[in-house]
């Protein structure tokens, strides 16, 4: 894993990963990227940043095909401020070597406020049963030390589902081939994890999955201290098809993290404490009114919220709360055959506090109405292909929101 963030930076990434593409929308980065051990709040440079990002989700068509390929790859930059892009990549493939071997890789690249996280992964599954899949996968660093291994077990059909569970073990090889001889695990890092694909009938499907990771510790002996870290994470999205017209689609994602330092006798650090927890969730309803119009809206409710304390009570608890209880509307028009516009306007509430506890340090609050108009046009090459520019309009100051683009083709 290369992250270049600080201290655990290069060791922590793939503890945090989930799986990103299940929740569109969600992104407040897997859907964000761990900032290693970097223990300051990091809130958005401004108050829309995850109002922008949600306004260039995918669009329902392109999550349908996005979980039927297993070739498959995405690619988005949006503007989330004057000097900044949100950028999210993704590339799957998957390639049966022989009739019970198939070979796969899968690559993510996204950059937020919050960082950046890159990842390249190569793995091998193999048909042990008829009904079992057996897989080992990691990744092909130059540096030793940073790589990562994963062992996985596939059932591709029991009760109508495919359930993936597996274990991750990051820098496995730190302790042996790690290049800072004064930076080593004294207890490594699990992550355990559980996917499930599948549904009931041909009307309700579902993706969902969990992921825990047990708590690491690291020594630093420059520091003089420990640093550990634990996390949680769960996701997942339900389409149901409730008439031949109506389509009701649900998504859902949390996390939870922990972390902190643990100074040894004679360290100048403080004992310092990092809390993170974020829920998110969306209900979509969906009406195909005719074949080229399809009205749709939602609702959406976001909730952030960072602490950072040190334990000797020698300062109060920093903080910074974020929550956005949003609605929208929208509708799919089709143009041509190979065009599609989708016109969407979103308006909410937004609920932020910051504080920094430093003495002398801000406490901002602010309480207010959100509003964007979405622009977006929808280009279809062919069923398997498209790109999308958007285009939209803060509504509650009449001002340029900014602009996005994104491509995605499946095979």
């Known amino acids: 894993m290369r992250v270049k963030l600080g201290l655990a930076a290069a060791l922590l990434p793939a503890l945090l990963r989930g799986s990103p593409e299940i929740a569109p929308g969600f992104t407040f980065v897997p859907e964000t990227p761990f ?3 970097e223990i300051e709040l990091q809130e958005p440079r401004g108050s829309e940043e995850f109002l922008d990002i949600f306004s260039y989700r995918a669009p329902f068509a392109w999550e349908e095909r996005w979980d039927r390929s297993a070739m498959k790859f995405r690619g988005t930059a949006g503007s989330t401020g004057t ?15 022989a009739q019970r071997l198939r070979f796969w890789a899968r690559a993510l690249d996204a950059e937020d406020f919050d960082g950046s996280y890159r990842r390249f992964e190569l793995g091998v599954d193999a048909q042990a049963l008829s009904w079992l899949w057996l897989g080992v996968y990691g990744e092909a660093l130059s540096e030793k030390g940073e790589n990562d291994f994963g062992m996985r077990l596939i059932i591709p059909r029991v009760l109508g589902q495919r359930v993936t569970v ?3 073990l ?4 730190m302790n042996r081939k790690g290049g800072d001889l004064n930076r080593r695990y004294s207890r490594y890092g699990r992550s355990y994890y559980a996917d499930v694909e599948g549904g009931l009938g041909s009307r309700i499907a579902w993706h969902w999955g969990v992921r825990g990771n047990a708590p690491l510790e690291l020594e630093d002996e420059d520091r003089l201290l420990d640093f550990r870290y634990g996390q949680v994470s769960a996701y997942g999205r339900l389409r149901a098809d409730v008439t031949e017209r109506f389509t009701c689609v649900l998504y859902a994602a949390g996390e939870g993290t922990d972390k902190g330092y643990r100074p040894w006798s004679g360290s100048t650090f403080e004992r310092e404490d990092f809390f993170r927890r974020a829920y998110q969730g969306r209900a979509e309803l ?5 074949p080229a119009i399809t009205p749709y809206g939602g609702v959406r409710v976001f909730r952030l919220q960072e602490k950072q304390r040190f334990l000797d009570e020698s300062w109060p608890t920093d903080l910074y709360r974020h929550r956005e209880y949003l609605g929208y509307v929208g509708a799919e028009l089709v143009v041509t055959e190979h065009a599609v516009i989708r016109p969407e306007i979103i308006a909410g509430h937004l609920d932020r506090v910051i504080r920094d506890a430093e003495p002398g ?6 309480h207010r109405w959100l509003g964007k108009l979405c622009l977006p046009l929808d280009i279809r090459f062919a069923d398997n292909a498209g790109v999308i520019a958007n285009v939209t309009l803060d509504l509650d100051e009449m001002k340029f929101g900014g602009g996005m683009l994104s491509l995605q083709m499946t095979y």
């Not at 340090?361 to 602010?366: L, N, Y």
């Open 361 to 366: 340090g801000a406490h901002r609050t602010s």
């Open 286 to 290: 969906r009406y195909a009114a005719a």
């Open 170 to 173: 990051p820098d496995l090889l």
């Open 166 to 168: 597996g274990v991750e």
């Open 35 to 37: 900032r290693g051990d």
């Open 83 to 97: 000097d900044e892009f949100w950028i999210d990549q993704r590339l799957h493939f998957a390639y049966d070597l």
